[in-house]
């Protein structure tokens, strides 16, 4: 990727990378929203939001067919800075100093650390996984296409998937604001050279490799 | 009409259930929780009878409005008779269907005509339609009226019009319809008795 | 019916045999289920088909259409053998001790006396044996070998298990159950009910199949009982009304007829119709003829029918043969008749053979048909694709359709089955400019009669003479016309008992037709409403439903003819000293000086127990009649003859006569009688409970329940010829073809008949080209055009058919919950001026928001 | 009419407890099988009554017309033969809404006051709060609930639930001709079937029985079938009908687990965060840039 470094600066997402990333984001809120919404009563007042109960059922299965598109666009973008490395599972294995912002000795990491690169492979499993049984349960279009079990068993995966890929996110979005800069990353596209060589080792070593001077 | 006992407790229950509640300041915000209002509250009820098969099972017919001139009294809703002894107030598919035959799309609401020859029908008046009949009958009456048989005995019969009556219309249709025909000489008379 | 639809529950045995009591009078069914319930009831069921009744019966028995008279004889065969017979009820009350004249007699398929060329009998040998005072001889002890009994005996002896399971089809087993349950009722305490309908009277032999069950329900004493009787399950909701009106070719009101050719007096035609009592000391109520006859002619010519003029006798046309519908639509092809009127009538649909129906209509200078509803007939001349066939521009009838009110838009009375006559009031106006069907036949008589007055013209009298009394002459009034039929005094009426006192005043409503005369003096439109609206008022009307014992009997709802009799010949409930053969259900009851008891008696109020005079007042013989003597067309016993469509070429017992000989059939519709060599499959149409004929195809409700045109094939024929559920098949005829949707059934089985495997196929009717249901063929281009001897009703009930799979139609479909039958919608045939549904795409539909997104 | 003046036992998506101080009796319509001709009365009256007309659809070889339950038929007649007991028999079975004790469609439903259990049994759809989602449709034994093709909100049978309001009987109930529908309290209906039940065992079926099946905590339509031990022969009337185990899991204890375990991973973040603190990177870091 070859990107204009400046001297405090590395190019981390390009301005395409970055507008899909928001657009699956905002739809993924739009879908938790009211997707929640319809699962517990407590939160079915987020329907307001949508235009009344029966707008948030029309528009949820639309919004996730457009957040599928540009997830599936997202994935296929990154999954290749997504496989998992033997220094992944000692990073893994030692989330207690990482938790705790004691990063000495942690293994270098590249592009994405362990927890990122888990998020990307449930994020894919799940969210294909919720495509397939939203639309087995998408009336009026297709449920009726399906036996009454497929049907009953679409609804409770379809549940157990938003639970995992909300928790998940909720993660994702934790990290962001905890990791100061990170957010950076994703709105300017740009990171500090000291936040690539803290966190991203790795990736820091491959980006500036071009720059010998 | 005199309001039956049955009729008076209906108005009293449904106007006291209304009205008491938006005295009271109550006007409801949203329906929450509510049944589909009873439609038949003012309804009129008139006591009829069946017209298809001959069990002949009494009907309670349900019309708008409260027989005040300016409504014209639509049917609404046809209920068995609870009190009619055969039947006691249940009704066979068709009787209970008899709504979609009173307002059917089908229905003929003004006379039509078709000439010799012609694919369609034609929208004409009553008196066009009676007058022509009247007509083309004294005519064929005067023709093939047969006073005298072969033999040379009265008959005085005319065989050359036919006539299906209606055995669903009322006695007092088929015994006009009768005694008219016979006046007229008419022998080829018959009715779904028949078949 | 002989008793009400309330007293079936009464009933220890129910046959419901010739008929679908479930389907066709689902409400009357009540109480067939009530009897099942309340009283330990057997529902007994005999139909070629397992129908809805069967369902819920107890016995089930199938049948080969066409073979009910081969079943019942059987029976009777059985009662004998058993001698399950009430034998005091059959001795004191039917004509079983009658000895019958030496020269009568039976062999090899006719009775004495058969007119090969006229195809009728000279039935002057059907008679008794007279006494030196013209009385017919009777013998008590029931020996003598010509006595009906023993002829009776004689005649059914053929009829053995075999023979009749041979010919029927029925397997033998279920026989001898039905034969066993029937017997059981020949005891005194222990009735059977017999509720048919169309299933018997729509044959060649109809009228002979309802004799046959009264010689059975006679001989197990189940006549004038409650839940005993004869009970005909009456079609339309006035026909009853109408027959009693008489509005039949050879009819007057009240079962009087006209006069024939050679009764050129009143005095020979009224002679003829008053007979003398066959026994000393009875009834004999028809003597009382001239009394109906002449205030029928004052109620229809007032001031005009005087005695010189013979109350008007020759105004009335008289009669050289019967003018019914078969004959008049045979006429009609023929080109020999000018105009008819369909009103309230479907007969394209409903009359034999279409194709020729379509053609007699052809042929007409004039059609009105007044109807509420677009009927078939009214549109005969358009052309409706395959379903009517035809070409407008060729058919020079000139068509009036004009609209009447439905029975919301009226008032007025019905009679129902059980001769209640039930007043209703009008709940609704009519739509658009419909007009009563009074209206319309007061105002066409009117301009008649003023077109008569203007321009003279053939024999006006009659017209000109006619009563008029109505307030306003172009709308009379329910009210008055009820009236009329009821009757009223012209003159006081003295009381015949003691002359001083006046019964009815001059203009008052008589209150029986005990009070009418034959001087002129009393004018009565129907002898036997006489009673419907008296001075009380209207006896129609009146709505209280008590029934004092539980009886099934409600004496004060509405009014029955006659004299508000709920049970017919309910003496005979009565042993001849008068003791109820069942206590528990006593109907009357003799309390030392006249008859009292929950229902009117019928029979002599003051003629007490033991007075010789007979309970079965209307016959001339006081008794119910085993032997029929010459009131049959085709023979005083009934006998099996098969339809003229029958699948065995010959008739078992006796090949020389196969049907029915004394039925008449024109030659044009003789050539075309199929065989069943060409049609081997034997077919019966019928109705279902969801459409009531061609009717409620028209409702919106209705239709969904029984969209579609389908015949019934059994699961044996239909592996036979390949046939799938739910495919399209050609049912064909040699009058014509229909195609429909074969619905593969068990409930259909093959039958052994005479060695032969005879497969059935229902044909139900409802389907037409006018309506909300698809549109269909009309049933009635299949069947054909003969009637039965007597009454000439159409063997609807037994032809022959052939039936092929129709390749043009897609292969069966199951269905999948919430599919729409697009792909399997069949076009439906567009008239010219039916514009196609216009289609509407999804993404304009969205736009407007109309559809769900 | 507000909430107060109805006797609701349980209203769809609302987790706390309806106004239910007051015992009414529990109605209940009984089917008597062994008396229904499949005259399809109740199909009529029930069309006429709610003001529905169903589409003309096409004869498929049977007498089931139309040929399931739609938003327009809220009842229908279910026409099986059988020989399997010996003689031939035509059962005919009237399909509809079984109003449960415990109704699986209400259970089902995430919209709040769309589907309501009254007092006396009824359990109604009220379409105005119905937003088409058809969970009801999965959470129903009995596959009842339909989804209508012109509003996208489900129908099913009400009992007449505006007639039983003003203490009349259900229009199929009046209109039956055969009094194969009987309507009353559900311990008058169980007497009246016990009735029935003797009657038809002295007539030779030794099975007859009530059919209310526990595994839903009986239901307030119940039949008298000929033959209750295998209740499948009428057009597979389930054995014994139990709201799914899925539909159990997916609308049991999973939602409140599931809703508080989202709550708490965000609030564990905001904890975390007011705790360990963000993870910054200092200026020094990037002057030791080499």
Redesign the interface.
């Known amino acids: 990727m070859t990107t204009r470094h400046s001297p405090r600066s590395i190019d981390r997402y390009s301005p395409s990378e970055r507008l899909n990333h928001w657009i699956t984001a905002i739809t993924f809120l739009m879908l938790a929203f009211s997707g929640l919404a319809l699962f517990h009563p407590s939160m079915f007042w987020f329907t307001q939001v949508f235009g009344g109960p029966t707008w948030t059922r029309i528009l949820h299965p639309y919004i996730g067919v457009v957040m599928f598109v540009s997830f599936s666009l997202l994935a296929f973008k990154f999954w290749r800075h997504n496989f998992l490395t033997r220094n992944d599972i000692v990073w893994l294995r030692r989330i207690g100093d990482v938790v705790r912002n004691r990063e000495e000795g942690l293994p270098e990491v590249d592009r994405y650390n362990a927890g990122q690169k888990l998020l990307f492979w449930t994020m894919i499993g799940t969210i294909s996984l919720l495509l397939l049984t939203g639309i087995v349960i998408w009336r009026p279009w297709f449920a009726h296409y399906f036996p009454i079990d497929i049907v009953r068993l679409a609804l409770l995966l379809h549940a157990v998937c938003a639970f995992v890929i909300i928790c998940g996110i909720i993660v994702h979005i934790y990290a962001a604001i905890w990791i100061k800069g990170t957010l950076g990353a994703m709105v300017r596209g740009t990171v500090t050279r000291a936040w690539a060589r803290k966190h991203h080792p790795g990736w820091y070593k491959q980006v500036t490799e071009g720059e010998k001077h | 009409m005199q309001v039956t006992r049955r009729q008076f407790f209906k108005l009293s229950a449904a106007t006291l259930g209304g009205s008491t509640l938006t005295a009271l300041g109550f006007s409801p915000r949203e329906a929450l929780a509510e049944v589909r209002t009873f439609k038949l509250t003012r309804t009129t009820e008139t006591r009829n009878t069946c017209p298809y098969c001959s069990v002949a099972c009494g009907l309670i017919l349900y019309s708008l409005g409260d027989k005040a001139k300016n409504a014209k009294s639509e049917i609404i809703h046809i209920e068995g008779d609870p009190d009619h002894p055969v039947s006691r107030g249940s009704l066979c598919p068709k009787g209970a269907g008899l709504l979609g035959f009173v307002h059917s799309e089908t229905r003929v609401t003004f006379p039509e005509y078709r000439a010799p020859g012609t694919r369609k029908w034609k929208r004409v008046t009553w008196d066009f339609a009676l007058e022509r009949i009247a007509k083309l009958m004294k005519e064929d009456r005067d023709r093939h009226f047969v006073a005298k048989n072969d033999k040379g005995q009265t008959v005085n019969r005319w065989p050359t019009i036919g006539f299906l009556a209606a055995s669903a219309s009322s006695n007092e249709t088929g015994y006009l319809t009768h005694k008219v025909l016979r006046s007229l000489g008419i022998v080829a008379l018959d009715n779904q008795a028949r078949v | 019916m002989t008793n009400?639809?309330?007293d079936i529950k009464n009933a220890n045995v129910i046959l419901v045999m010739g008929g679908n009591a479930?389907?066709?009078?689902?409400?009357?069914?009540?109480?067939v289920?009530?009897a099942k319930?309340h009283n330990?009831a057997k529902l007994i069921v005999v139909d070629p088909r397992?129908n809805?009744?069967?369902?819920?019966a107890?016995l089930?028995a199938p049948i080969r259409v066409g073979t009910d008279i081969a079943f019942l004889n059987g029976v009777i065969h059985y009662l004998f053998e058993h001698d399950a017979i009430h034998h005091e009820y059959v001795k004191a009350y039917t004509n079983a001790g009658f000895v019958v004249r030496e020269d009568f007699g039976f062999n090899d398929g006719l009775f004495t006396g058969y007119d090969e060329k006229t195809h009728s009998y000279d039935k002057s040998t059907w008679q008794y044996e007279l006494d030196e005072q013209g009385f017919a001889k009777v013998d008590e002890t029931l020996q003598h070998p010509r006595c009906v009994l023993n002829l009776l005996k004689q005649h059914v002896s053929r009829y053995t298990v075999d023979t009749v399971c041979d010919i029927t089809g029925t397997p033998k087993d279920l026989y001898l159950k039905v034969c066993e349950t029937v017997a059981s009722t020949a005891a005194p305490n222990r009735t059977l009910t017999s509720l048919y309908a169309l299933g018997w009277t729509?044959h060649s032999i109809g009228s002979q199949n309802i004799r046959t069950l009264a010689i059975l329900q006679l001989l197990l004493g189940n006549i004038g009982m409650p839940g005993g009787g004869v009970n005909a399950?009456?079609?339309?909701?006035?026909?009853?009304?109408?027959?009693?009106?008489?509005?039949?070719?050879?009819q007057?009101?009240g079962y009087l007829n006209?006069a024939r050719?050679?009764e050129?007096t009143r005095a020979a035609y009224l002679e003829k119709r008053t007979p003398k009592p066959l026994r000393p000391g009875q009834v004999n109520f028809w003597s009382n003829y001239p009394k109906f006859h002449t205030s029928l002619m004052k109620a229809?010519y007032g001031q005009a029918a005087t005695p010189d003029n013979d109350f008007g006798y020759?105004?009335?046309?008289?009669?050289?043969q019967l003018?019914?519908?078969l004959r008049?639509f045979d006429?009609?092809a023929q080109g020999?008749?000018?105009?008819?009127?369909?009103?309230?009538?479907n007969?394209l649909a409903?009359?034999p053979n279409k194709g020729k129906i379509v053609s007699a209509l052809s042929r007409l200078?004039?059609l009105?048909v007044?109807?509420?509803?677009?009927t078939e007939t009214?549109e005969f001349?358009?052309?409706h694709g395959e379903y009517n066939d035809v070409k407008?521009?060729?058919?020079?009838?000139?068509?009036?359709?004009?609209?009447?009110t439905?029975?919301?838009e009226?008032?007025?009375?019905?009679?129902?089955?059980s001769r209640?006559?039930?007043w209703?009031?009008?709940?609704?106006?009519p739509?658009?400019?419909?007009?009563?069907?009074?209206d319309?036949?007061?105002?066409?008589?009117l301009?008649?009669r003023e077109?008569?007055r203007q321009?003279g013209?053939?024999?006006p009298d009659?017209?000109l003479n006619?009563h008029w009394p109505y307030r306003i002459p172009e709308a009379?009034s329910?009210e008055e016309?009820?009236k009329?039929?009821n009757g009223y005094a012209l003159a006081d009426i003295p009381d015949s008992k003691d002359p001083g006192t006046v019964l009815v005043k001059a203009g008052q409503q008589l209150s029986s037709f005990t009070q009418l005369r034959d001087d002129g003096s009393t004018a009565c439109?129907?002898w036997i409403?006489c009673g419907s609206w008296t001075e009380e008022g209207n006896q129609m009307a009146r709505?209280d439903?008590t029934?004092p014992t539980g009886l099934g009997i409600?004496p004060r709802?509405a009014w029955a003819w006659p004299l508000n009799r709920r049970i017919l010949y309910n003496r005979a409930s009565c042993d001849p000293s008068g003791k109820p053969w069942d206590e528990r259900r006593k109907l009357i009851e003799w309390d030392g000086s006249k008859w009292t008891g929950l229902d009117v008696p019928d029979f002599k109020v003051d003629a007490g127990p033991n007075s010789g005079v007979s309970p079965f007042i209307m016959t001339d013989e006081g008794v119910a009649r085993l032997f029929a003597r010459h009131l049959m067309a085709e023979g005083p016993f009934p006998e099996h003859y098969e339809p003229f469509e029958n699948p065995l070429g010959t008739n078992p017992l006796h090949a020389k006569v196969i049907s029915n000989p004394a039925a008449r059939v024109f030659a044009n519709d003789k050539a075309v009688l199929g065989d069943h060599e060409a049609f081997p499959y034997v077919a019966t149409t019928y109705r279902l409970?969801?459409?009531?004929h061609f009717?409620?195809k028209?409702?919106?409700?209705?239709?969904?329940?029984?969209?579609?045109?389908?015949v019934e094939i059994g699961e044996e024929l239909a592996r036979e010829l390949g046939i799938a559920?739910?495919?399209k098949v050609t049912v064909r005829s040699k009058r014509g073809a229909i195609k429909a949707?074969?619905?593969?059934?068990?409930?259909i089985k093959a039958l052994k008949v005479a060695g032969k495997t005879v497969h059935q196929i229902g044909i139900p009717i409802h389907w037409g080209f006018?309506?909300?249901?698809?549109k269909g063929y009309i049933a009635n281009t299949l069947t054909p055009f003969l009637g039965d001897a007597n009454?000439?009703?159409?063997e609807?009930k037994a032809f022959l058919v052939n039936v092929e799979k129709d390749l043009s139609e897609l292969m069966?479909?199951?269905?999948k919950?919430?599919e729409?039958?697009e792909e399997?919608?069949?076009p439906e045939v567009l008239l010219?001026?039916d514009e196609p549904a216009r289609q509407v795409s999804w993404l304009v539909r969205i736009l407007k928001g109309r559809t769900?997104? | 009419m507000a909430l107060q003046s109805l006797d609701i036992v349980r209203r769809s998506a609302t987790t706390t407890p309806s106004p239910q101080q007051r015992q009414t009796t529990e109605v209940a319509k009984l089917i008597d099988v062994t008396k229904c001709i499949g005259c399809k009365a109740c199909q009529s009256a029930c069309m006429e009554w709610n003001d529905l007309r169903e589409e003309v659809g096409i004869n498929e070889g049977s007498y089931t017309n139309p040929h399931d339950l739609t938003a327009n038929s809220w009842t229908l007649m279910r026409f099986a033969e059988t020989e399997e007991n010996g003689t031939l028999e035509w059962l005919i079975r009237k399909d509809g809404c079984m109003h449960c004790a415990d109704p699986g469609c209400l259970k089902a439903c995430p919209s709040p006051g769309a589907i309501i259990q009254y007092a006396n049994g009824i359990v109604d759809f009220h379409e105005e709060n119905c937003i088409g989602c058809g969970y009801c449709i999965a959470g129903c034994p009995f596959d009842i609930p339909r989804l209508s093709e012109k509003d996208s909100k489900v129908y099913k049978c009400t009992l007449c639930s505006d007639r039983v309001a003003v203490g009349l009987e259900p229009a199929c109930i009046k209109a039956c001709p055969t009094q194969a529908l009987v309507f009353g309290s559900k311990e008058d209906m169980i007497e009246h079937a016990n009735e029935r039940i003797a009657d038809l065992k002295e007539r030779g079926f030794e099975n007859a029985g009530l059919y209310d099946p526990p595994g839903v905590g009986g239901t307030h339509v119940m039949y008298v079938l000929h033959h209750a031990d295998k209740p499948e022969l009428y057009n597979d009337l389930p054995k014994d009908p139990v709201i799914s185990p899925t539909v159990g899991l997916w609308k049991g204890i999973f939602k409140p687990l599931a809703t508080a375990a989202i709550f708490f991973t965000a609030l564990a973040g905001f904890f975390h965060y007011v705790t360990v603190g963000p993870n910054e990177t200092e200026e020094e870091d990037e002057e030791k840039k080499p």
Not at chain 3, 410 to 417: F, I, R
């Open positions: 009400t639809w309330m479930a389907e066709a009078h689902p409400v009357g069914f009540k109480w289920v009530e319930a330990k397992f809805r009744t069967a369902s819920v107890d089930y729509q399950l009456r079609g339309h909701s006035n026909i009853q009304g109408l027959t009693d009106l008489g509005l039949l070719s050879d007057l009101p006209l050719d050679h050129t229809w020759d105004w009335l046309p008289k009669v050289d003018y019914d519908g008049v006429l009609m020999r008749m000018t105009g008819y009127f369909c009103q309230g009538f007969p409903s009359f200078k004039f009105v007044m109807d509420p509803l677009a009214s001349w358009q052309n407008p521009e060729e058919i020079q009838t000139e068509v009036f359709r004009l609209p009447t439905c029975f919301a009226e008032e007025g009375s019905l009679v129902n089955s209640w006559l039930q209703h009031w009008k709940g609704a106006e739509p658009g400019q419909c007009r009563t069907d009074i319309i036949m007061a105002e066409l008589f301009k008649i077109l008569y321009e013209g053939a024999f009659p017209i006619l009379p329910a016309l009820a009329e039929y439109g129907t409403f709505r439903p029934d409600a709802w409970t969801e459409h009531f009717w409620t028209h409702s919106k409700i209705n239709a969904p329940l029984q969209p579609e045109q389908f559920n739910g495919e949707v074969a619905l593969v059934t068990k409930r006018t309506g909300a249901t698809r009454t000439q009703t159409p609807f069966p479909h199951t269905h919950p919430g729409t039958h399997r919608r069949r010219e001026d769900e997104v």
